[in-house]
């Protein structure tokens, strides 16, 4: 666990970033990019949102088409690539796609036929970061104002940040530690739990609410049995899945899980001292608050 | 005979595979009842009949033989004929108004420690409950 | 009157832990013709030893007890103890007090007084034990290798390498054997022959190998070093002396057979020799099928009609080789050691019906591909269908035939079909590549070095569509073979449409083995394969000693493990043959001449033939044991009526007396 | 659920080249040992698994896989490609499948989920962006569930979660170009 430097508050270079939200942090996951924008400035990163960005065509677009699929997040990665700063992106579904993309733009042909689709030469010569990794780097002192002290987090990462590794290259696919790191230096206790990335059901959801519900609850129902307060997650498609559902699991499955599902940010946000109002607490459907009351950390 | 009460039970063991699986139940230190006391032979085959109607007639309460399991006989067919003999063996010892059930034959192999003394673990029982020939 | 010293071993804390060791030693001094009885810590230690041998100086000691562990384990230890201090190493006994005694009962006193009983039972036995002498017999040094495969081979080159003489017999006209008749082997597809015949030729050529090809072993009598084989010389009809292999005579004889090395798939003729690169490279003539021959059985009856004299060969052959005089003849040799490497046959499929009865012709044996794939085989290399000699386009191997099939009493895995079945899918892809193979298989079992990778390569690369799954029936429908199968991975029947299906036939001892098994009285199981003395301790070695086994003849094996085998066994007769001469256990029956009847219930009852006869002086005819053969079971003494047998160390007395102390009155 | 007719494998698979050519992925090298669908996390709702959609390209089985729920169940995780021991990318070949059965027009066997897709890409046409409650109407329009999720409209206006206006962007047009070509470009391809 990386010791905690005081905030200096200056900006260290190479700390800016384009920032790519994703359609869903526009409304169902607003917290998460709120926070996500709290925390960075307060940790001295600059996020310089894309301005006129575009979807990145998520599973509906790689299930129906797959030229279509490449082309929507390669006009973004062809942005941030203009702007020549590294990408930042708060969403899995995002940070997947995109990865996808750079993964295949490798391949001359079809780069060029992405080219011609999106009518400008896209190139790979851009990275892109996801939030998490950005935000748990060891480099980056983190002021603590309200160390999480007693709060058990079981940290959930889903499947789009990890896997492919050869495609994402982000820690390990089986059992990734980066959010675990980051929760003990905010000074809470990480649970240690095998399905941190086992499938929620991602954007079935609409079409088939029995499947989330029951891999979720599969997920859930664990999380708390290994005695975690709360879950910690880094994709508005598994917020929404774990979060929403609990009073369907219940009438479904009987157990009553009442488990908050919290942006891996907000967690962050409680920590560096900002109150659960500007982290927009308040906005899950489980509501955390009576649990970090009894905590004492609200 | 050894001054503990009991069945007084002799075996004879064939030295490729019975006694063998008897030093196995020692070097695993599988215990058993300690009235058996154990003669070793080359094959069970090598056990006369008439040696066994001796044991009976000087009064020994239970006579034990083991050998190799069917076909492996380290002399190839010895236990064969160690099981003719003694199926015409447990006839005449009827007629000799020895019960039959105090002899016994047993296949035990060298790993077959275990085995071994579960036999005689159980067969020790069965002649305590059957009482010494004395007695009968 | 003898002098018996007892010695009784703590073994540490093992026996002294449990037994109350001087209560044994108190117990001891006590017992008939113990003059003697102490204790010590390690009777096995040096120190232990020397208490001994000196306790054997001091008290004049002329026989010993000692109660320790068990007699498996430091008998011959303890047996060169007193030896070393002039005591006939047979005058020894041992009490095992800790196998039998200590390690298995808790309780002491009960231990005790058992340890007392064991030590009583020795004492008593030990007080009728005689001086015994190990013989010593001489040896001839010379191996016999029955059967020229692979392994034979193998074993002959190793043994003369050795410096030892061989006689290799074959019953064929050529050595090879099986391997002689595959095109390529796996994994590493490097061509059969090729690797093959440089050993061959070896053998040939080697002065301490004497090849006996066209022969066979027709009776063994004898003992370990020391064994007599009469050899049958099947008639050549050629004088290999004037032969030189030149090949007039089989390009002329106008006979033709189906060739047996083909498996029927080519003809050759009435003299010939079975394949291009055999060894000896000389003919035989086929005399059930020379028309010459037939003509001079026709002669001494002359029934029916004149057949033709034809003796085409006679007159082409530039050496005069053809000798019509010679006949099957029998010679005698003595050897010291055999190994049986008669290899193994392929399954017949005709047995099953469902598959066609062995009646369709595009219905092939594993081998039989193996013959089309060769370029010396009938069709140059070419694979054609036997029906029609068109080239097969789908093509459907079919795994476990005659293996893993109670019903056709072959319950056991040949352990090298997957193997060469994946083997044929890679060739064929490689002669033809549109060919497309299908393989019915209920498991891959490709356990050996790079076989997993080979038996994947069938299928990821050469694109032969593996389904698992024992195929049902096949029938004939219009020139083609229509296959019934499942795929059990889908649960779904499938059926094929193909120009040509191979049989993956398993191993079987071959036919003569059991006929050869008993001639050397070596077991062999329900499928005839030979039984190893230890199937993991002993794996070449009998229960007769100076007999091995090595090869298929064994078990289902591949290639490198035959030739592996053929070379374990020939260090195993080379060690054999390297003694000057050979002791003999004197744990061995004995006959009494004066109360011996013979009626030889004892030769009925041994196992190993060791009951010889002999005439008495006064013209009896008697049983007598040869000491080098009994292995002492004892089997005769309980099967001899009048009581002449006796078995050294364990005799009726001994084992009675044994009996006494415990339960006499 | 698949019929139970007879296989009659064909010598020419094209199903199996077909997917060697979009993919990359050898589906002979698949030995069946059934990973994937032991760690699938919608197996238990396919009717047929991953572990039998691989057997059946191998066997050339077309309308068996093309018609199957399980290319439309799958949700991508990708843990069946990162675990296979023989290291086939299944979820792609999944995805190769799902949209071989679009281009074949073939009805999905999970009609919803298509319906969904498309629903989702016309609000991104239109957009730009995703407008959430829009394709939650669109969906339910669509698919026939016209009540899909309407209990939970309430809640999840009180959270904010939901925005009655749309954010309109320039991407929008851009979307609808880029759509627009990749379009021209598949027909082109065809």
């Given at each position: 666990m ?6 200096t ?11 790519y ?45 797959h030229?279509?699929?490449?082309a ?10 203009e702007?020549g ?21 490798e391949?001359k042909?079809t ?9 400008k ?13 950005i935000?748990?780097d ?11 002290a ?10 789009l940040?990890?896997?492919?590794p050869e ?30 990335t ?14 989330v519900l ?11 049995e290994?005695g ?21 699991m ?9 488990l ?11 920590a560096?001292?900002f ?24 | ?9 002799i075996g ?8 063998a ?5 020692g070097?695993s230190?599988?215990?058993y009842?300690?009235n ?16 066994i109607?001796?044991?009976f ?5 239970a ?11 380290h002399?190839?067919?010895g ?6 003999h ?7 010892l009827d ?5 039959k ?9 060298a790993s ?19 009482g010494?020939?004395e007695?009968? | ?13 093992n026996?002294?832990g449990?037994?109350?060791?001087p ?10 013709l113990v003059?003697?009885?102490?204790e010590?810590?390690?009777?096995c ?7 001994i ?19 498996r ?14 005591i ?34 020795a004492?008593s ?14 040896l001839?040094k ?11 081979i193998?074993a ?33 597809l ?30 063994v ?26 090949g ?9 057979i ?10 050759r003729?009435?003299?010939?020799i ?7 490279n ?20 002359e ?15 530039p ?13 005698t040799?003595?050897f ?16 099953y019906?469902e ?8 219905v ?23 029906s ?11 795994q ?6 109670d ?23 490689e ?19 790079d ?10 690369e050469?694109g ?7 195929v ?5 429908k ?7 199968g ?12 193909a120009?040509?299906?191979?049989l993956?036939t ?42 091995f086994?090595?090869?298929a ?15 374990a066994?020939a ?11 050979l002791t ?11 109360k011996?009847?013979?009626?030889f ?11 010889e ?27 001899c ?25 | ?35 994937c ?6 197996a ?18 077309r ?30 070949v ?15 066997a999970q ?6 897709h498309r629903?989702?890409l016309q609000?991104v ?6 407008y ?59």
């Amino acid at each position: 666990m990386a010791q905690v430097k005081p905030d200096t508050g200056k900006q260290e270079p190479g700390r800016i970033y384009s920032y790519y939200p994703g359609c869903s942090q526009l409304a169902t996951a607003e917290e998460y990019d709120v926070s996500a924008r709290l925390v960075s400035r307060k940790l001295g990163i600059e996020l310089r949102e894309l301005e006129n960005w575009i979807c990145c065509g998520a599973s509906a677009a790689h299930s129906t088409d797959h030229l279509l699929s490449l082309a929507l997040p390669a006009n973004t990665l062809k942005q941030a690539e203009e702007k020549g700063l590294p990408l930042a992106v708060p969403c899995a579904m995002c940070f997947s796609r995109l990865k996808f993309a750079l993964h295949e733009l490798e391949n001359k042909d079809t780069r060029e036929l992405v080219s011609r689709a999106i009518g400008k030469d896209v190139s790979t010569d851009v990275t892109v970061e996801p939030m998490l990794k950005i935000l748990a780097d060891d480099d980056i002192a983190i002021p603590l104002e309200k160390p999480l002290a007693g709060l058990k987090v079981a940290c959930y990462y889903g499947c789009l940040l990890v896997r492919p590794p050869e495609v994402v290259n982000f820690d390990d696919a089986e059992n990734p530690q980066t959010m675990e790191r980051l929760m003990q230096k905010l000074g809470a206790e990480p649970v240690e739990w095998g399905l941190k990335t086992s499938c929620c059901g991602a954007g079935v959801a609409f079409p088939r609410l029995d499947v989330v519900l029951k891999l979720s609850y599969r997920i859930l129902s664990l999380a708390k049995e290994r005695g975690a307060d709360c879950v910690a997650v880094a994709c508005p498609m598994c917020h929404a899945n774990l979060d929403m559902y609990q009073k369907d699991m219940k009438a479904k499955y009987g157990q009553k899980l009442d488990l908050p599902v919290l942006y891996f940010t907000q967690l962050m946000g409680l920590a560096l001292g900002f109150s659960p109002r500007e982290l927009l607490l308040n906005r899950h459907i489980t509501n955390p608050l009576p649990m970090l009351r009894r905590k004492g950390l609200i | 005979m050894s001054a503990d009460n009991g069945p007084r039970i002799i075996g004879f063991l064939c030295n490729w595979c019975s006694y063998a699986g008897a030093d196995m139940a020692g070097t695993s230190r599988i215990s058993y009842p300690s009235n058996i006391r154990i003669i070793r032979v080359p094959c069970s085959g090598r056990v006369d009949p008439m040696i066994i109607v001796k044991c009976f007639q000087e009064g020994a309460d239970a006579v034990l033989v083991a050998g190799c399991h069917p076909g492996d006989c380290h002399y190839n067919e010895g236990n064969y004929y160690s099981r003719r003999h003694f199926a015409l063996l447990r006839e005449l010892l009827d007629f000799m108004g020895i019960d039959k059930e105090r002899f016994r034959v047993e296949w035990v192999s060298a790993s077959e420690g275990k085995r071994f003394s579960q036999i005689v673990s159980r067969f020790t029982e069965d002649m305590k409950k059957m009482g010494s020939r004395e007695a009968v | 009157m003898s002098r018996i010293g007892v010695f009784i071993c703590h073994c540490g804390t093992n026996i002294g832990g449990v037994v109350n060791v001087p209560e044994v030693v108190e117990a001891a001094r006590h017992m008939p013709l113990v003059v003697f009885a102490d204790e010590n810590k390690y009777t096995c230690s040096e120190v232990g030893q020397a208490s001994i041998r000196n306790a054997i100086a001091e008290h004049k000691l002329d026989r010993v007890v000692i109660a320790s562990c068990s007699p498996r384990m430091h008998e011959n230890t303890f047996r060169r103890t007193v030896a070393a201090a002039g005591i006939n190493p047979y005058l020894l006994e041992m009490a095992n007090i800790r196998e039998h005694c200590s390690w298995v009962h808790s309780d002491s006193r009960d231990a005790t007084s058992k340890a007392i009983d064991l030590v009583r039972m020795a004492v008593s036995k030990v007080a009728r034990h005689e001086a015994l002498f190990p013989r010593q017999i001489g040896l001839t040094k010379r191996a016999l290798i029955i059967g020229g495969g692979v392994t034979g081979i193998q074993a002959a080159l190793d043994i003369a390498a050795a410096g030892h003489e061989v006689v290799l017999v074959e019953k064929e006209p050529s050595i090879g054997g099986r391997m002689a008749q595959l095109d390529k082997t796996f994994p590493t597809l490097d061509c059969s022959a090729c690797i093959l015949t440089p050993k061959m030729v070896d053998v040939a050529q080697h002065p301490n190998i004497t090849l006996l090809s066209y022969s066979e072993v027709v009776d063994v009598r004898g003992f370990v070093g020391n064994f007599e084989v009469d050899i049958l010389r099947k008639a050549k009809m050629v004088d290999y002396d004037k032969c030189t292999g030149c090949g007039l005579c089989w390009q002329a004889c106008p006979e033709k057979i189906p060739s047996e090395f083909n498996l029927g798939l080519g003809y050759r003729t009435a003299i010939y020799i079975p394949f291009a690169q055999a060894v000896p490279n000389k003919p035989v003539i086929d005399i059930a099928n020379c028309r010459y021959e037939n003509y001079r059985r026709w002669k001494e009856t002359e029934q029916g009609p004149e057949p033709p004299q034809c003796r085409i060969c006679e007159g082409v052959c530039p050496t005069e080789a053809i000798d019509r005089t010679q006949r099957d003849e029998i010679i005698t040799e003595k050897f010291g050691a055999i190994i049986v490497t008669t290899g193994f046959k392929t399954f017949d499929h005709s047995v099953y019906g469902e598959y066609g009865s062995g009646k369709y012709p595009d219905v092939i044996s594993s081998l039989q591909l193996e013959r089309l794939m060769s370029a010396a085989g009938p069709t140059e290399g070419e694979v054609l269908r036997p029906s029609d000699g068109a080239h097969p386009r789908s093509v459907v191997f079919i795994q476990c035939v005659g293996s893993r099939d109670d019903k056709v009493n072959r319950p056991y895995c040949s352990k090298v079909c997957c193997m060469y079945t994946a083997k044929h899918a890679i060739m064929l892809k490689e002669h033809d590549p549109d060919v497309q193979c299908y393989v019915f298989y209920i498991d891959i079992r490709a356990g050996g070095k790079d076989f997993e990778e080979f038996a994947r390569r069938a299928q990821d690369e050469t694109g032969a569509l593996y389904l698992r799954g024992r195929v049902s029936q096949i029938y004939q429908k219009d020139g083609k073979l229509v296959v019934l199968g499942e795929d059990s991975l889908m649960g779904r029947p499938v059926e094929i449409t193909a120009d040509l299906v191979v049989l993956a036939t398993g191993m079987e001892a071959s036919e003569n083995a059991a006929e050869v098994a008993q001639k050397l009285n070596i077991s062999y199981n329900a499928y005839n394969f030979l039984i190893e003395a230890h199937p993991k301790l002993r794996p070449v070695e009998t229960q007769t000693d100076g007999i091995f086994i090595a090869g298929a003849a064994v078990g289902p094996r591949d290639i490198p493990d035959c030739v592996a085998h053929g070379s374990a066994a020939a260090v195993k007769a080379v060690a054999l043959l390297s003694q000057d001469s050979l002791t003999t256990d004197p744990l061995t029956s004995v006959v009494d001449p004066m109360k011996c009847v013979g009626c030889f219930a004892c030769r009925e009852v041994c196992p190993f033939n060791a009951v010889e006869e002999q005439t008495t002086r006064d013209g009896r005819i008697i049983a007598s044991i040869n000491e080098s053969v009994c292995k002492g079971c004892g089997l005769c003494v309980v099967a001899c009526r009048p009581g002449a047998i006796n078995l050294r160390g364990f005799t009726n007395q001994q084992l009675l007396s044994e009996v006494l102390t415990l339960v006499g009155r | 659920m698949p019929d139970l007719k007879t296989i009659i494998p064909e010598p020419d698979n094209n199903l199996l080249s077909f997917v060697r050519t979009h993919t990359g992925q050898n589906i002979s090298a698949c030995y069946q040992c059934g990973k994937c669908s032991a760690g699938c996390p919608t197996a238990y709702a396919m009717d047929i698994g991953p572990r039998q959609v691989m057997r059946a390209i191998q066997l050339g089985l077309r309308d068996e896989i093309l018609n199957s729920s399980a290319i439309w169940l799958c949700v991508s995780c990708q843990t069946c490609s990162v675990r296979c021991p023989r290291e086939i990318d299944i979820a792609q070949v999944m995805e190769s499948l799902r949209l071989l059965s679009q281009s074949e027009g073939r009805p999905p066997a999970q009609r919803e989920i298509l319906v969904f897709h498309r629903a989702f890409l016309q609000q991104v046409r239109v957009f730009g962006r995703l407008y959430e409650v829009g394709l939650g109407i669109m969906y339910n329009l669509r698919s026939m569930h016209f009540f899909n999720n309407i209990k939970r409209l309430p809640s999840l206006f009180a959270k904010k979660k939901l925005h009655l206006i749309p954010q309109r962007t320039k991407g929008a047009a851009e979307v609808r170009r880029i759509a627009s070509r990749v379009k021209e470009l598949e027909r082109e391809f065809k």
